[in-house]
């Protein structure tokens, strides 16, 4: 086929290019995948842990059936397996100096403090629409770091140390990097639940984030090229042309943008971006925390922790079950400078939470050296959103963004993306019918 035979050019395989390259391809669209890497997934990938046969998800793996409802439409479309997380039958908590046999060990000063907390974030929560972009909502003052923001609460110091994992874990940074408004606008996709927020989604994929991104691609029957990072975007009235690293050309009557928003800045678009997305893309997404595992033994029955600040690890579980051991994945905030790569090091660190653990293996993928990343999952840095949210979403053309950086509302998980990927291929095909 000839690249000006193209209708659609998916420039990124994660969730949102896959999704859209599915919707087009299914509207009788005809669609080239372009992909940097060698493998789909994006930010998720399903891969065997250190040098043993035993897979693992080194970025985003988790699922929420009952809120993460574009997700779930996919998964029950492909009929993908889910699996339930363990539940915690061990569990151990360092927080303010002390340890607690329980993840949540909360005395009645801490309960009056948490209660006194939720009524102004559920309230300020409600003032969010989640489907309408940031920027037009009247929502700046709540556009401040997340650690400013929960200052005025005065809040218990074990529970202030217990909220501060969970909001690293989930936020995927330090609190001083990351919006309360981003924390907050998740909770109107949360039944306005904000202590929700803080707990995983209860459901892995139980082959892999793989085996929905290949159910997308083999339904897309689209064509691929792999290996082909992109390094300019020329659009014109008539088309698109996409100009590959070692020269390869891409022609299309118009195009997907499904990359990171981190990495935008490494593609040369002709003309220039909006001065909204060239402002936001300057500020970026801080999403840096390591997410690791580990191999582990001598940890009790299906263990789970977390730690406070002056702790390496902020949470962590004992996921799987081998024969070898526990195989445990955990989350620390890269400003702890934990090597995930060295065994003894990640011995260390659960040991602060439990004396006999021994860890004989280790494994990370560092996300922020990823040049087809340069980052985690999304976390909103204050002034983001308030100001560019729209801008970065928006058309420019025929090119239309797509990516869980953009999307307004679960902005950073799976689902935001495949919701965003759907959207901006309806849009695309809208433009092809006129």
Known sequence: MSTEDYDALVIGAGFAGLTAARDLAKDGR???????????????????????????EMGGGWVDPVFNKALMREVERYAIPLAECPDGESQVAVLGGATYDSICPLAPADVIGLERALVPIIRDARRIDPEVPLDQQDTADLDVPLDRYLEPFDLPVKLRELIGAWNRTSGG?????????????WVPSLDGSAVTIAHFPSHVFADGTVSLADALLADAACDTAFDTPVEAVTQTAEGVEVLARGGAR????????????????????RPGLSPAKRAGAAIGQSGTTTKLWALATGLPEKLQGVGERATPLDTFTAQFAVAEGDLVVGFSTRERGLD????????????????????SKSDTHDWVADPFAKGTWCAAPAGLLSKHAGGLAADEGRLFFAGSDLSHAFRGWITAAVDSGGAAAARLTALLAD
């Open 173 to 185: 940074c330090e609190e001083a990097d990351i919006s309360a408004l981003h924390f907050l606008s």
């Open 340 to 359: 995930a790569t060295d065994p003894a090091a990640v011995e260390a660190a659960l040991r602060q939470f439990a004396p006999d653990a021994r860890v």
């Open 250 to 269: 891409f022609r299309g009557r118009a195009a997907v943008i499904a990359v990171p928003l981190n990495c935008w800045g490494d593609i040369e678009f």
């Open 30 to 56: 005809r669609v080239l995948v372009v992909e940097a890497r060698d493998r789909i997934g994006g930010r998720t990938w399903y891969r065997p842990f250190a040098d043993t046969d035993h897979d693992v």
